[in-house]
């Protein structure tokens, strides 16, 4: 008799934790509704509608956050809109869900590049051809991406940013 309380408790305990488990989806199988949404996003980005694509692959993100592609396809969209910094955000945020994606490290590298980051896009571009162990598309892109190097604004910015301006050495160098 001391023991039904406890028994009781835990018989619970156990029918909670079971039932939640049983409603969930395991993590390889993704919302149809959010592909489909992806898919026309994908659509829209090749149409040249970056806004409405970005809008559509937002939205499949909303229906299932675990759908990978939609944060590659995020990141091929900001880089088409210039915007590197928010396109490595979009592909690591891939990467956290796959670490071995090819297409989000050379998605990521090309980002990298774009915002003036070579020797990380080298480190991806090293994984790549790990992970491939022979040339693939992805390797051959990001090593073009490197080859070309940073947009010549960017590595005017950083060659700005190290050079002080003309009257600052002066003012220094007086006792």
Request: with cysteine; net charge positive; aromatic share 4%.
């Amino acid at each position: 008799m001391r023991f039904s309380p406890a028994a009781l408790a835990l018989s619970v305990v156990l029918f909670a934790v079971s039932s939640s488990v049983e409603g969930q989806r395991p993590d390889d199988q993704i919302d149809a509704r959010s592909l489909a949404l992806l898919a026309q996003g994908q659509a829209a980005y090749r149409a040249g509608n970056l806004s409405g694509a970005e809008d559509l692959i937002e939205t499949a993100l909303a229906v299932d956050p675990r759908n990978r592609g939609a944060y590659v396809a995020l990141g091929a969209v900001a880089t088409a809109q210039k915007l590197p910094g928010k396109a490595v955000r979009f592909y690591r945020e891939a990467l956290s869900v796959e670490p071995n994606d090819v297409g989000a490290l050379s998605g990521e590298g090309i980002a990298l590049v774009q915002k003036g980051a070579v020797e990380p896009a080298r480190a991806n571009l090293q994984r790549i051809r790990t992970l491939c162990k022979a040339e693939c598309p992805a390797a051959v892109t990001l090593a073009a991406a490197i080859a070309k190097g940073p947009p010549v604004a960017v590595v005017t910015a950083q060659n700005a940013a190290k050079v002080p301006p003309k009257g600052q050495e002066a003012a220094t160098e007086k006792p």
